[in-house]
């Protein structure tokens, strides 16, 4: 399963599994402990997870805006649900950093049961009956997104590793490490601004 990398944390964790052909396993939980070169998760479901972190690991902070900061050439992710006439409905959105272009296309993600990830740039926006509809583009096609009122829409912003501690809720891609069997390895973690949790 083709995963998305968060933002310009996927900058970092791309760098990491360049050539990999497994696929990554995203990681959302708390941090229960963190050291210099390990990290350790724990989901909501399931036991701890232990994960290496690169030399040069970095912090995303993932920070609430208005839907309507969404513009015209904007480049986003978004969780969402397939509607049976060809949207999607967006279960949150992430906003890129200016110039980051990560994970293009529209592909099985695992936020919820039956959700894909779309990650492309925004062309027409309009207001619907059923929210902020966005004419996402990417190079394999073009997906209709609704954004419904009250869903989770954040910009990625940078962050320092301190931010990253004991009892923080986090999301990051854990790739299988090279020559390592069993063993998984990112380049970026990412938290919510004011302790929440990242939302994709």
């Known amino acids: 399963m083709r995963l998305v990398l968060l933002a310009a944390a996927a900058l970092a964790i791309a760098s990491t599994a360049s050539a990999q052909p497994a696929a990554p396993l995203p990681l959302r939980g708390v941090v229960t402990q963190i050291d210099a070169g390990h990290i350790t998760v724990r989901p909501k479901a399931g036991k701890p997870v232990t994960v290496d972190l690169t030399p040069d690991w970095t912090v995303q902070v993932t920070k609430p805006i208005a839907v309507t900061e969404i513009k015209e050439g904007s480049f986003i992710g978004t969780s969402e649900i397939p509607q049976a006439d060809g949207s999607g409905k967006s279960l949150e959105v992430h906003v890129f950093p200016p110039g980051v272009k990560i994970g293009e296309g529209h592909y099985a993600w ?6 894909m990830m779309t990650n492309g740039t925004v062309g027409k926006v309009t207001v619907g009956a059923k929210g902020r509809e966005l004419q996402v583009s990417y190079p394999t096609g073009q997906r209709k997104i609704v954004v419904p009122p009250k869903v989770p829409v954040v910009q990625i912003t940078g962050g320092t590793r301190p931010l990253v501690k004991k009892g923080v809720l986090v999301f990051l891609l854990a790739f299988p490490k090279p020559g ?4 998984l390895i990112t380049g970026a973690v990412a938290v919510g601004e004011n302790g929440a949790a990242p939302p994709m």
Request: glycine content about 20%; aromatic content about 0%; proline content about 0%.
């Open 110 to 115: 695992n936020l919820r049961k039956g959700s």
């Open 180 to 183: 390592a069997a069993g063993s």
